[in-house]
């Protein structure tokens, strides 16, 4: 069978020209962000990428068909839907062949990008071991993913709502590098130092560049997750959104929230319970995120030529 693939004209373009693309995902879109800031967000994104000099494709599942870029009108439109599936790995397919709606997760979007042929892939936050997983078994999609699929993916580093030191413990099982940016403590999302330390470091766009050329030359399958800390700018002290945390998780727990709605709940109660500060915080790590990945997809293109 033929997989329904739709590429926007902006992507059919950059492809024609052999430009460097960007994946980003679209589940922070309809699940991670409240609208309007999503959809002005997205479109930020996107253009700190063009301005990186690489074009933006975002991702989604529009009516069954997989769209790599999305016209701006497509876009807002998905902002603004509540009915949007969240897909992981397992409900893809499932979606596709329902001609359904969904957003794409961080793995979802790997999967897309890896058919699109793009190598780089910018968002916020990847989904990782949750706090209780010992009792709850809630371990993201996406670590099996960046075991498998060669998309290096620019994040701030595993967000607090998730166990730190268990989601690295899982990563190195899956030989996934973790390499931070620029500095040597894992970074923690809101945060720029998780108080841990960084499996990998690299200081130069070209190193993470040679390092996800190499490792296709090795014939290792899977990507790169490459933590990049927020602007110090933007940050919000652990101290301030521990707390904070902590009570979010309390009340899903409290609340029986379970499998996909965990991490959309806790990044809805966080938003509240820090009078937006978090929603400010996350916007600025995503624009970060999304000039690296620019540069670090022409970096790609330029070795490989
Ligand atoms: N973390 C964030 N914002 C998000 C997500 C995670 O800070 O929007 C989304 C991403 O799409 C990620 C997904 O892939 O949540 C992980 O969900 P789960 O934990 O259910 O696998
Ligand atoms: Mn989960």
Known sequence: MTLKLAFSNAVEAAKADGRAIVALESTIITHGMPYPQNVETAHTVETVVRDGGAEPATIAVLGGTIHIGLEPDQLTKLAQASDVRKLSRADFAHALAQQATGATTVAATMIAARLA????????????VHQG?????DISADLQELAQTPVSVVAAGPKAILDLPKTLEVLETYGVPVITY??????????????????????????????????????????????????????IPRSVIGPIVDQAIAEADAQGIEAKDVTPFLLQRIFEL????????????VKNNAKLAAQLAVAIQTART
């Open 117 to 128: 042929g793009i190598d780089v892939f910018a968002t916020g936050g990847i989904g990782g």
């Open 182 to 235: 620029g500095q040597d403590a894992l970074p923690a999302f809101w945060s720029r130092d998780s108080g841990l330390t960084s499996p990998l470091r690299a200081d130069t766009v070209e190193e993470l560049a040679q390092a996800h050329l190499t490792r296709t030359a090795l014939g290792i399958p899977g990507g790169q997750l490459i933590t990049n800390p927020i602007p110090q700018a933007d940050e």
């Open 274 to 285: 820090s009078s937006g500060a978090s929603l400010t915080a996350n916007i600025a790590l």
């Open 133 to 137: 997983a010992s009792d709850t078994f």
